[in-house]
């Protein structure tokens, strides 16, 4: 494990923190709303100087409607607890220059991890989502979810306190898990119970027990989804963030925010069935685009024509190293991707459609063989209307989508006002 190199020094640890309400999240549903006494409205006091939409206490009176005591009042209870630093002056002019006001993003951290089926990443944040450290580990999904918890908490526990960092600067805990069916596609998978013993662990209540913090858990492609909504495309009013890898799945941002469906399976475009094709799919059904664009399915393939390969990694490399077959089914798995998402166009119209995975890493190949497929099938005027682009966080997303997560819940402003309430208290 090695910092990252603009981690800096750790922060101070706050002058006061009271004990928060533990808030496990294991399908994603945000908390129920919080009260926030006497000191109510703290949090869209920060709320408003942490989003850039004010700056001074002249401008929070103004906004929000209230005397600048009351204002002064809030600004002071946000500096104890080390969210409110103040950051120079305005520039001279008439009058005496206001205090500049600014979020202390080095007041916490959030401790994140993204699961996947060729590598689990783990990365501490702090409040922005910037991260300051991180690392990778290999792990086995055949090991089963207890395995997981127990190696997570361990690297986090170490790297904490690599990093001189105490459990009180823990905001939240933010874990990407795959979807229950990619589980299902290792092989050894069966050997720790499937995917129904991933479904019933209660990851968020293992994890907020570890860390004494607020634990949010999602698929990883909603988290993908709301990394890339958040720092490149935050005025798009539907966002579609594609995982092309072991699977084929895709998280959704309408409106700012992640729809998940009844069941939490919104997204499984892997399982769209396909013309012609009648392969076994792990869900159980044939015909899924998953048994000829999925990773396996193409390294599967390269197999029958002498090459050595097993995952969307190895085909990517082999499609990288100038190896034509592997560049060409990349490129196929692109048109089949496309014909499907012609579909998911025509249904929402995106302004965006950001794609991420190991088969995207090939050059323009798969961009190039999705984008044909698209713009033969779908109406031209949403396809022309929506940006097809890679990932702008790449292997970043999931983690940073993890950690803006727990932090838009434990500083939303009725988290912000119960925990002011609590201090107040006490």
């Not at 063989?369 to 022309?384: D, F, T």
Request: glycine share 12%.
């Amino acid at each position: 494990m090695t910092l990252n190199g603009g981690g800096g020094s750790p922060p101070e640890p706050p002058a006061m923190r009271p004990k928060r309400r533990l808030t496990g999240s294991g399908n994603g549903t945000p908390p129920a709303k919080r009260s926030g006494g006497r000191m109510a409205r703290t949090g869209e006091v920060l709320n408003l100087i942490r989003l850039g939409k004010v700056e001074t206490v002249t401008e929070l009176a103004k906004t929000m409607g209230l005397a600048r005591s009351t204002v002064n009042e809030r600004l002071d209870i946000l500096q104890q607890i080390g969210l409110l630093t103040t950051d120079g002056e305005t520039s001279p002019g008439r009058g005496r220059p206001a205090s500049l006001l600014a979020f202390n993003a080095a007041a916490g951290v959030t401790l994140v991890a993204q699961v996947g089926m060729s590598g689990t990443m783990l990365a501490i944040t702090d409040l922005d989502a910037e991260i300051l450290w991180r690392t990778q580990v290999q792990f086995d999904v055949a090991r089963g979810p207890e395995a997981l918890i127990e190696l997570i908490c361990t690297v986090f526990k170490d790297a904490l306190a690599e990093l001189d960092l105490s459990a009180g600067h823990v905001y939240g805990v933010g874990l990407g898990l795959p979807g229950d069916v990619e589980i299902a596609t290792a092989p050894a998978s069966n050997r720790s119970g499937g995917s129904r013993e991933w479904v019933n662990f209660h990851f968020a209540e293992r994890l907020s027990q570890s860390f004494h913090a607020p634990s949010f858990v999602d698929r990883d492609v909603n988290l993908m989804a709301i990394g890339e909504h958040r720092t490149g495309w935050r005025d798009a009013n539907v966002l579609v963030s594609l995982k092309v890898g072991t699977v084929v799945a895709c998280g959704l941002v309408i409106n700012h925010n992640v729809v998940r469906g009844a069941t939490g399976m919104v997204g499984e475009i892997g399982h769209t069935k396909m013309a012609g094709v009648d392969l076994p799919c792990p869900c159980g059904s044939r015909g899924c685009l998953n048994t000829i664009a999925g990773g396996p399915a193409l390294a599967a393939a390269l197999v029958e024509q002498g090459y050595e390969a097993h995952t969307a990694r190895d085909v990517a490399d082999l499609a990288n190293a100038g190896i034509v077959p592997a560049g060409q089914a990349v490129r196929e798995a692109g048109r089949h991707v496309g014909e499907v998402m012609a579909s998911v166009i025509n249904l929402l119209n995106p302004d965006v459609v950001t794609v991420w995975g190991y088969l995207v890493d090939t050059g323009d190949q798969f961009l190039v063989g999705m984008q044909e497929s698209i713009y033969k099938s779908a109406l031209p005027s949403s396809a022309r209307a929506s940006v097809i682009t890679r990932a702008r966080l790449g292997d970043d997303a999931g983690l940073r989508g993890a950690a803006l997560a727990v932090i838009e819940d434990a500083l939303a402003p009725e988290a912000i006002d119960e925990l002011v309430a609590t201090a107040d208290a006490g």
